[in-house]
């Protein structure tokens, strides 16, 4: 969808910088925390700017209804949901076919890493809800959940870390937030488990050229893995801010 760019927004300046200062390379500024909610087994809290995402986990553990269990391994459950009180206009509350889909990705971004041969016959539930949307929710969502089943202790390969780069006004840039989104003309969420050298998303919404797209991939690369030292931080001591440009 085209939408018309209000007049007067400047999406990168002749100087290089971006709507709100920022540098092509930038994250905007980073909050991670755990431990969160007290009644999940595992919890946090990821801001990225204005986007804001909590993650509970619950599990390993036998489900609380009716379900078909793998004999070989634990079903990893994600359900993405996006608050009514989230977005600029009311959303509805009702699960649409969006956040059907992001609960699907953001499910096998995390597959990868979890150690879920360990626990045969259980379920791993993890909840995202996006609290406030700005930009960039699915990969948040992708970090918090990586906190939170750390810190559930549910046994994983690596830490997995997501941010969404992107293409406005011809310039690449890093965890684009929605005005860039809106009126950019690339967007790709990444999300890797750099410890471990994996991509577990990779979505593209626009056009790159084959040169974009690598160059657009080692930067969200370099953006996740200081991502991932981060959520090492938040492990550590439980609460970690950070600024975008370091
Ligand atoms: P992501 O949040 O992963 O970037 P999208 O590219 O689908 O996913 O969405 C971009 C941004 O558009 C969101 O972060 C949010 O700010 C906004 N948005 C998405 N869905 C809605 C919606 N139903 N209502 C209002 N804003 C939305």
């Known amino acids: ?53 909590v993650a509970a986990v619950y599990g390993p553990r036998e489900p609380l209804q009716r379900f078909p269990l793998l004999p070989d391994k634990a079903t ?9 009180f989230s977005t600029e206009e009311r959303k509805s509350p009702a699960p649409s076919r969006r956040e059907v889909e992001l ?12 150690l879920s041969e360990e626990y045969p016959r259980t379920v791993i539930d ?33 830490l997995v870390g997501g941010v969404a780069v992107g293409k406005v006004d011809g310039v690449l840039v890093v965890d684009i937030d929605e005005t860039e989104d809106m009126y950019g003309e690339a967007d790709m969420p990444v999300a890797a488990a750099p410890d471990i050298g994996l991509i577990t998303l990779l979505q593209l919404n626009g056009v790159l050229s084959r040169e974009e797209f690598n160059r657009a991939l080692d930067m969200a ?17 439980g609460y970690v801010e950070a600024g975008g440009e370091e």
């Open 1 to 53: 969808m085209v939408v018309k760019r209000p007049e007067g927004l400047v999406l990168v300046s002749p100087e290089g910088l971006r709507h709100d200062g920022r540098r092509p390379e930038d994250l905007r500024p980073v909050k991670m925390e755990v431990g969160v909610f007290k009644n999940a087994d595992g919890s946090a809290l990821v801001e990225y700017g204005k986007t804001r995402v």
């Open 76 to 84: 990893l459950r994600v359900r993405y949901h996006m608050a009514p």
């Open 103 to 114: 609960s699907k990705v953001i499910r096998e971004a995390l597959e990868p890493i979890v």
């Open 126 to 158: 993890i909840f995202l809800e996006v609290l406030q949307a700005d930009g960039g929710t699915r990969t948040a969502a992708v970090t918090a959940a990586s906190l939170a089943l750390a810190d559930a202790g549910v046994p994983i390969r690596a």
């Open 221 to 237: 690369l370099t953006a996740i893995t200081r991502i991932v030292e981060l959520e090492k931080r938040t492990l550590r001591s």
